[in-house]
């Protein structure tokens, strides 16, 4: 690991050693979301921890088409949202991710705009999502049965995540059993402690969605 640097103005900059790494897993991870329909166009973004004191997050720049995501298209940003390396604009959702990595501990983030979690977002009304009975449960982290019940929290959409981050932040630490959440009519977040662990756990929640969408079809009522 390299030593910190100290910028001349007094900033202490994390080591960035492991971030060309991340870069090439978000890449991959992205384009793989892409080409399972659950990030298209320029939809969704993916971040990992490249360090967590001082909090840096590797995330994927915005305006990017996520089926020609490359390393070159994530920068690192600091809790600030402000670029610390790489070039190009950090997802607008930034504040998002933040927030999760803050509320959770956790090591990646991933957010996919997918048919299924699109359709499901708006299938209830209580201001959640519950899953159970299925045995790609045991997918998630910690859950051992079948019979394990997952209440994923739905939250509306903003334009605007900075301002709306201390809410999510407050419902994810009132919800801590919660392995993601969806956003009405916009798409899942969820995260790990990694990125295999996150990655993981998006491949089962977006199998869930689309056995439950396609159960009981688009007209799924709670
Ligand atoms: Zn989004």
Not at 81 to 100: C, D, K, M, Q, Y
Not at 193 to 217: C, P, S, T, W, Y
Request: aromatic share 6%; hydrophobic share 40%; with cysteine.
């Amino acid at each position: 690991m390299l030593a910190r640097a100290r910028w001349k103005h007094g900033l202490t900059l994390p080591s960035l050693t492991t971030f060309p790494a991340l870069a090439r897993q978000l890449a991959d991870i992205g384009r793989h979301c892409y080409e399972r329909g659950w990030a298209l166009g320029t939809s969704g973004n993916f971040s990992a921890v490249v360090s967590k004191e001082p909090l840096t997050l590797a995330i994927t720049t915005s305006s990017v088409d996520k089926g020609l995501l490359e390393p070159a298209h994530i920068v690192a940003i600091d809790e600030g949202r402000r670029v610390l390396h790489g070039s190009g604009t950090p997802s607008a959702e930034a504040a998002l991710h933040l927030a999760i990595v803050r509320s959770r501990g956790a090591g990646a983030v991933l957010h996919t705009h997918s048919v299924w979690s699109t359709i499901l977002s708006e299938a209830t009304t209580d201001g959640s999502l519950t899953i159970e009975g299925y045995e790609m449960l045991k997918g998630l982290e910690g859950v051992r049965s079948h019979e394990h019940r997952e209440r994923l929290p739905i939250v509306e959409n903003t334009q605007n995540w900075a301002a709306a981050a201390p809410q999510i932040e407050a419902m994810l630490r009132e919800h801590p059993e919660a392995h993601g959440f969806l956003i009405r009519g916009h798409g899942l977040y969820t995260w790990g402690k990694d990125l295999a662990e996150a990655k993981r756990q998006i491949e089962i929640l977006e199998f869930l969605f689309e056995v439950m969408g396609r159960k009981r079809g688009v007209a799924w009522q709670q």
